[in-house]
Each structure stands twice: as C-alpha cells, then as structure tokens.
C-alpha cells in the first residue's frame, strides 16, 4: 500500500518463515508448505536471531509458531533498531560462514526515552568479540557521549551478551507540598485503655480540644525538581512539585505563610481539606426544665443526661454523659455515655457517627456509623454505612436495624422467636432521599399538567372581555410554569444521581458472632430471607442472586 512504512526483515513464504522487525516488536510469521517439505529447522530460527542480535526472545512461541504453521505473525521479542539498508543473507548449501577470525559487528540500541544505549553483536560478520575501541567508536557514531559506563563495557567485551553501555541521568522531581497536623484524631470515639488493658467506655475522647494560639497544621512547601540528562547530552527537564492551600478553616488564623493556628479555645474539626475550630458549649447538669432545649453553633458536653420532651441541636459534636429519654439530639457525632430510651417518641440523628450503651424503643439514624455496646430493644436503626454490636451482650431484639453495608452483632433475635427485622445493602439515608425526590417530582409533574391543562382551556377565551384580577390570575399561573418546568429537569437529574449511587452500593452482609434466632427477616441488597432455625456463629451476604451462609470471620 502507497505510504506505509516498510520494516527490515528475513525470510518470506518462499522460505516458509517471514521475521519482521517492527516498531513494537519482533514478529514471526511460519506458512504451512504446500509440498510438505520442510524447509528449515527450529534452530535455523533460533540462529537467525543470533545472527541479527537478539538474543532474549519468547523460544516457546517461536516453537509454536513452527508447530502451529498457521501464517500468522507472532510477537516473540521487543523491538529492536536495525539499519535502514539492513539486509540479511541466508546460507546456502556449500556456502562458507563468516570468518571466524572477523569481529563481530556492534550493534547499539538506543531507548526510547533516549536514557539508555544497549549493545549487542552481530555475528555474521564474523564470530570474535569486538573490541572496547570498537564499542566507544559505535556509540560515538550513535552520538552517545553521555552517561557511558566505563566498567560494563569492560565486562561486555568478554562475552558475547548483550549489555546496557550507557545510561542517563534521569530527571528528579519535586515533592508537592503537604499539610504537617500537630494533632491526632486517630483516637476520636475509641474508649480509653489504660496501662492495664482496662477500656474506659465512659471516656471515648470525643472531643480534642486545643487552645487560642495554639499551633494546628505547618504546610511544607513543595520543592524544584531536578534536571536531568539523555545519553546524548540532552537536558530532561523535571516537574515541580504541586503546592497546596492552606486548610484554613472556621477560627482559625494563617500566621506568615506557613503555619495555621487557632483563634480560639475550642474542639478541632478537620474535614481534610479544611481545619477548624469550633467553640465548644459546656453543661454541667443535665438538660431539662432549667436550660430548656439548646441548639447551639459549635460542640455541646453535657454532664448529665437529656430529659423527656427536650432538644439539643448542634452543628458540632454532642457528647452526653447521662442518658436520652423520650429527648430529641441533633448533631455531627452524638456520643451518649447511658442508652437511650425512646419511649417511641425520642429520636437521636447524626450526619456522621451515633454511639450509645443501649437503645430501647428509640429511632437512631446515623450518615455513617452506629455503634451500640449493649442491646438494642424494639428499635429502629438506619445507618449510612455499618452497624457495630460486638461488645458486651451486642444483641438486637425486635424493631429495624438498617445499614447501607454491614450489620454485626452478637445476638440477633432472641429465644422467644420475636420479631427482628434486619436489612443491609442499600443506604437508607440515600433511599429516603430517593423516595422524597421522586414524590417531589411526581407531585410536580401533576401540577404543571394540571397548570398547561387550564392554559389550554383558558385560551379558548377572549380573555380582554374578563376582568382584570381574573387577567392577573391567569398571567400568574402563566410565568408560574415555568420555574416548575426548571424544577423538574433538576430532580430528573437529581433521580438518575441517585439510582446510580444505589445501584453503587457494596453488598451488604449481616455478621452474628454468636447466634441469629428464629424469627429474624433479613433483606440483603433488596433480597429477603426468614429465618426458620438458630444459626450460630455466622454472616449471611448476597450470592448469584439468593442470600447464602457463610461462616463468621
């Protein structure tokens, strides 16, 4: 074909071998003979590439070709560069080989990054290694002149093996710039464990706290990198390292250029791109008739509990020493050192994590994670993520226990069979937000058809005959369509975010380290299962379809 690009190569289908030595390899074709005379053997191949210098190649695919005589090409070795008059001649019967007091012919590769030189020897021009001379004058020729190894070549003239001559220096780039935190979040919400092994479950380091001035994070600038240089002489250049903002957030203060401190006392909040500090409301009894509800803009402590009928609503973490009853918290992480007794009105929300020592007719819903340390009785749990039951008792009786990925417990059920709903899989949070969306829409979907039905009857009307408060009622219900209409391609846009988030959802699995009772209903991923008889120590996840057994790990 006019324009393509021609390729060295030895043999032909006359031959019944075609070698092509191409840009992306070294390919070797084998025709089946007609005749059925074979006309060469597997180490008349194997001599070829020797001949032209290529000596680490695939021997069983070459092999196979032979074998398979299929006309194919196949890839046996990287490619290597060949002179653009290469030509390569095969022996007949009678002729003589190469002299064998001749030197062999160097062949110098060059990388295509261009920061290496290898150099192999050709043999067909004679069978002597060359020598170091030779190698340093067809680098030169090459235009290698920098980066040459003295030492290996010392070493290459000894053999016929092929050897790396010369190597560049390659390029060193710079390091992006990192934010240095001076504190530890890593312990946040884990109970405290003494030198004896003792863990404190009333001391989980909810809070860490920092003072004005104090020092929050040292950005490191990023650096230059360093230059480098190609076997020929080439600089390469290197890339900078990429800086990084400084995470300055809500009370916080940037002090020269570098370095983040606080502007007040307060609890540090860090979302990973920013850091904060958020001031931090202490109660020293508990809330009821004499503090009445609180909603507050940072982090709330309470040293007692949360009275019947009350709120407490925090942008912050809330920590409550005492317990919850039939009360209403609101917050980023609730902490609750007592359970919560719901009295099937009370209700615990948090955008990331809720823990407690126990829940009893309570509604709990987390964005995250539910950590419950005792039991949980006729309640209804909903999670983003996971629900963790594995110290204490860790049991789950009645109620709805939800999470987007994982439920385990110790115990779920118990042995009077009652009740206990458990679903996993899907996230409920993401599910609500779902079903609120699509009624939205669907409600206003109704309503524009309803609005276009009675534009459509009214402009059969000669509306200049009506009054003016009817002209201005028909105007508005006009301009009114339209912001709906730009309401209903967002929530379409809004579905279909949605449902590819909840078609995204990990498989759920329920875990139970000691037993799941009869009378327990498990949905995993939309999937249901009633359970018929005790199973112990075991986890039950989604397979081909239906919800298996597994055992506990």
């Known amino acids: 074909m006019e324009g393509e690009k021609s390729y ?30 074979i006309k060469f053997e597997l180490s008349n191949l194997r001599q070829i590439m020797r001949d032209v210098g290529v000596l680490d190649y695939d021997i069983e695919l070459m092999a196979r070709a032979v074998r398979e005589m299929a006309g194919v090409p196949y890839r046996i070795a990287e490619p290597i560069e ?33 920061m290496k030189a290898t150099v192999r020897y050709d043999t067909r021009a004679g069978s002597r290694i060359p020598t170091k001379e030779m190698v340093l004058e067809a680098l030169n020729e090459k235009g290698v002149v920098y980066g040459i190894k003295e030492d290996a070549i010392d070493r290459g003239v000894e053999s016929m093996a092929s050897f790396v001559a010369a190597e560049g220096l390659p390029p060193v780039n710079g390091d992006d710039a990192y934010i240095d935190r001076k504190f530890d979040l890593s312990t946040k919400g884990k109970p405290f464990v003494d030198h004896y092994d003792r863990v404190d479950y009333k001391n989980l380091n909810l809070f860490v706290l920092t ?57 540090i909040v860090d979302t990973g791109k920013k850091i904060s500090v958020d001031s931090k409301l202490v109660i020293k009894g508990a809330v009821g008739v004499a503090t009445g509800n609180i909603d507050f803009d940072g982090s709330v402590e309470i040293a007692g509990g949360v009275q019947q009928g009350f709120m407490v609503k925090a942008t912050g973490d809330i920590e409550i020493k005492g317990g919850v009853s039939g009360a209403e918290v609101e917050g980023r992480n609730v902490f609750i050192g007592g359970g919560i007794t719901g009295m099937n009105r ?24 539910i950590y419950i340390s005792d039991v949980v009785l006729h ?25 987007g990925e994982e439920v385990n417990a110790k115990i779920i059920g118990n042995q009077a069979f009652v009740v206990t709903r458990v679903s996993v899989g899907v996230d409920p949070n993401l599910q609500r937000q779902y079903q609120l969306v ?31 408060e009817r002209i201005d009622q028909i105007n508005a219900l006009t301009r009114s369509q339209f912001p709906l209409a730009g309401q209903l391609k ?13 078609a995204d959802m990990k498989q759920g699995r329920v875990r139970a380290s000691d037993v799941i009772y009869p009378g327990t209903r498990l949905i995993v991923n939309s999937v249901m ?22 055992p506990y790990e």
């Open 82 to 114: 060949l002179p653009s008059d290469f030509v390569y001649t095969v022996l007949e019967d009678g002729e003589e080989p190469p002299d064998e007091l001749a030197f062999a012919k160097v062949m110098v590769e060059i990388s295509r990054d261009r």
């Open 8 to 37: 060295p190569t030895v043999g032909g289908q006359d031959a019944g071998y075609l070698f092509e030595f191409k840009d992306d390899g070294v390919f070797l074709t084998v025709y089946e003979d007609e005749t059925g005379d």
């Open 490 to 502: 967002k929530d379409e846009k809004t579905i279909r975010e949605l449902e590819a988030k909840l």
């Open 346 to 369: 009370g209700r615990v929300r948090a955008t990331q994590d809720v823990r407690a020592m126990f829940t009893e007719n309570a509604q709990v819903e987390a964005g995250r994670d």
């Open 438 to 468: 699509c009624r939205n829409y669907k409600e206003g979907k109704k309503r524009l058809q309803q609005i276009t039905q009675t534009l459509n009857t009214l402009g059969k009307i000669d509306i200049s005959r009506l009054p003016q």
């Open 211 to 267: 003072k004005k001035n104090d020092t929050l994070a040292i950005r490191i600038p990023q650096t230059k990198g360093t230059p480098g240089k190609n076997i020929f002489g080439d600089t390469v250049p290197a890339k900078n390292g990429k800086p990084i903002p400084m995470p300055e957030g809500k009370n916080t203060k940037v002090i020269g250029e570098n370095r983040l401190i606080a502007e007040i006392d307060g609890q």
């Open 379 to 403: 309640s209804t749990l909903r999670a983003g993520s996971r629900i963790i039951m594995e110290e204490k008792h860790g049991q789950i009786t009645g109620g709805i226990t939800v999470a």
């Open 529 to 550: 299962k009633n359970v018929y008889e005790e199973y112990r120590h075991c986890a039950f996840s989604l397979r081909d379809g239906e919800i298996a057994l597994g």
